[in-house]
């Protein structure tokens, strides 16, 4: 962070609010310290209000020795019947955590929880596993094996439960028939730097998967298999999340090869890769289950943690330090610069009461074109920097709820006015650390980087703006 930002670290909440006709008793400084202070305030507690601690124990109870209930719906374990957990996710160690807290005593030890390489918490009964995100690892192909080496022992008396959050795509990743690991990661890097939305990216990685695509659900049939869901798309769509293991897939091979097409990738990926989806194609390997399979009779999804449920709480507790508040939109996506030139533009004519606080969640894309160091918060936070261009009284934050944004050890970053004069000073570029997609060196320098570390939690991304 920058000094000023550094200075503000240390603030405490509940300290007197900035409102309009006050101003003159604060000077400028102390105005961006406050702001600064508050947005990291508002985004914290935001996470919070999302956080695995808060949302297992809400959606799931103990009712006796047999009967356990998931948001409201009674589940009676037969006297042989098992429960056995599953997880997949950043959330995924915290949700197993406190699901063990709570159902102590009825968890059978063949459970398996899978998370992200530095997202570890210990574990009582399950056992845990690190893999790689975003780009699959070696660990993330044991972690698909042991899964569905479970799943293929649960019987009609046994009850699952899937801890699904964001990032299962990855952590979940097994090898088709015919390719390698190399393969099928250099498939997921191409993804990410290609600009496709997650919808995009986890149709395709369902088509190479034996695990996605609602095939776990066919494995562990017929046992009763109960989701509990951290939505990291825009619009919470089951079938996304995770690449939908437990839920019937509505797109098609055919829909595979189109998005390959739109972002010029088909003659990009592995032959190996190509050859397994033409046959997909025609026919020789079967498509993901559908809606009204069987196998699906059984399963039950219940949605815990939304980025709908983070938004509200950050405008409560905006409002709780004086701020007059508005959620601008919920379902966010589109190129990151794009975004942050809408928004600043809407901090600029904004007409309400000050102090202000403007809210947006979902999720951005950036097109990986340079060969910088970043994500798309902190593209976002850069290219809203200089859509500020020093005009004074608006401090934006963006980022990622899960505390991760891109390949790096940020969650996002803090732009005001500031910013672009620390860069000044330091004679730095922003627009070719932008062109180049090197965010992170940029604020590294000039100041701004926000470094929460895992927050066990992933409900995408939060835009927070401040008007003082």
Same mark, same amino acid.
């Given at each position: ?5 550094? $200075? ?51 959606? #799931? ?5 047999? +009967? ?40 059978? @030890? ?16 399950? *056992? ?26 649960? %019987? ?72 509990? *869901? ?9 079938? *996304? ?6 839920? @019937?897939?509505?797109?098609?091979? &055919?829909?595979?090869?189109?998005? /390959?097409?739109?972002? $010029?990738?088909?003659? !990009? ?14 026919? +020789? ?28 709480? &950050? ?22 610069? +794009? *975004? ?11 007409? %309400? ?31 809203? &920097?200089?859509? !500020? ?5 608006? +401090? ?18 803090? #732009? ?33 980087? /926000? ?18």
């Amino acid at each position: 962070m920058g000094d000023e930002q550094k $200075r503000a670290s240390g603030k405490k909440d509940g300290k007197e609010k900035t409102t309009q006709g006050s101003e003159s008793f604060l000077t400028k400084n102390d105005i961006i310290i406050s702001a600064i202070s508050d947005i990291q305030t508002i985004f914290m507690h935001a996470v919070s209000a999302v956080h695995p601690v808060q949302l297992i124990r809400r959606h #799931v109870q103990v009712k006796d020795t047999s +009967t356990i209930l998931i948001s409201g719906d009674e589940y009676v374990l037969p006297p042989q019947g098992r429960l056995i957990v599953l997880g997949a996710g950043k959330a995924a160690a915290a949700m197993a955590q406190e699901l063990e807290k709570v159902l102590e005593g009825h968890i059978r @030890p063949e459970g398996l929880v899978v998370t992200k390489h530095g997202h570890a918490l210990p574990l009582q009964h399950l *056992v845990l596993l690190e893999a790689g995100h975003p780009v699959p690892d070696q660990h993330s192909v044991e972690a698909s094996r042991r899964f569905l080496e479970i799943a293929a022992t649960a %019987g009609v008396q046994d009850l699952v439960i899937l801890l699904l959050s964001g990032g299962a795509s990855s952590l979940l990743a097994d090898v088709p028939e015919g390719s390698t690991l190399e393969d099928v990661q250099q498939l997921f890097s191409l993804l990410l730097k290609s600009g496709a939305g997650i919808h995009e990216m986890n149709i395709v990685r369902k088509h190479l998967s034996k695990i996605k695509g609602g095939w776990l659900a066919q494995n562990i049939y017929p046992a009763t298999l109960c989701s509990l *869901v951290l939505s990291d798309v825009v619009g919470d769509d089951l079938s *996304v999340i995770g690449s939908g293991p437990a839920v @019937p897939d509505p797109s098609t091979f &055919a829909d595979t090869i189109a998005i /390959l097409e739109k972002y $010029r990738l088909l003659a !990009l990926i592995p032959y190996s890769l190509r050859e397994y989806l033409h046959d997909g194609m025609a026919g +020789t390997i079967p498509d993901t289950p559908k809606a009204g399979d069987a196998v699906f009779a059984r399963v039950r999804h219940y949605l815990a943690g939304t980025n709908h449920i983070a938004l509200e709480a &950050a405008a409560d507790k905006a409002r709780s330090l004086g701020y007059h508040t508005q959620i601008l939109a919920a379902d966010t996506t589109g190129d990151a610069h +794009t *975004v942050a030139e809408t928004l600043i533009a809407a901090a600029r004519h904004y007409q %309400g009461p000050r102090p202000g606080c403007l809210l947006m969640g979902g999720e951005t894309t950036v097109q990986v074109t340079g060969d910088g160091k970043g994500g798309r918060n902190q593209q976002l936070a850069l290219a809203a &920097a200089i859509a !500020l261009d020093g005009q004074t009284g608006i +401090t934006l934050l963006s980022a990622g709820t899960d505390g991760t944004d891109g390949p790096t050890n940020a969650a996002g970053a803090i #732009v005001d006015a500031y910013t672009l004069k620390k860069a000044a000073s330091l004679q730095l570029d922003p627009q070719q650390f932008l062109q180049q997609q090197d965010a992170w060196t940029f604020f590294s320098k000039a100041g701004g980087l /926000l470094i929460t570390g895992p927050t066990q939690t992933n409900v995408m991304d939060l835009m927070i703006v401040l008007l003082t």
